[in-house]
């Protein structure tokens, strides 16, 4: 004789765990990797980059000319900032807005004499943040 009380706990126990499966991987599919790629002149000196939300601090290690780094978003409705120095120049941009940025799955920031740029599609660059002094 079968235990028709238990099989609404089973039905509900599988369909809690098939939706917890399914929210992480879609989860796990949608996190942006943010991509920096140090463009600056050859022998110049390195730039130090630190990036973060409000509870979580990224410090990225120098970057040399040529080096490349990635950030994985962690928590897309966090607002990040990052903030970068080279020599006695230094700027900061938002490297991860969720209304621009929620639906890609990489975002590409360059670095080089100019500023931080940011490539919006596969051909152009943006200058979205220029090197300051003062």
């Known amino acids: 004789m079968a235990n028709f009380t238990s099989t609404p706990v089973l039905l509900l126990t599988i369909c809690f765990l098939i939706s917890t499966t399914t ?3 879609e989860n796990h599919k949608k996190k942006t990797i943010i991509h920096f790629i ?3 002149p050859i ?12 509870e979580f601090e990224n ?5 040399n000319s040529g080096d490349k780094y990635q950030l ?3 928590r897309a409705d966090d607002a990040y900032s990052c903030m970068a120095l080279w020599g006695l120049k230094f700027t900061s941009w938002n490297p991860f ?4 940025d ?3 799955k990489k975002v590409i920031y360059l670095l080089n004499e100019d500023g931080i740029f940011i490539r919006r ?8 943040a220029p090197w300051e002094t003062e």
């Open 59 to 63: 410090f990225i290690p120098p970057l």
């Open 121 to 128: 599609n596969k051909s152009s660059w943006d200058l979205i």
């Open 23 to 25: 929210s992480t991987k």
């Open 72 to 74: 994985k978003i962690e």
């Open 102 to 104: 929620a639906s890609h």
């Open 43 to 54: 022998n110049s000196e390195q730039v130090m980059v630190q990036c973060g939300s409000g």
């Open 97 to 100: 807005e969720k209304p621009r």
């Open 38 to 40: 140090d463009r600056l």
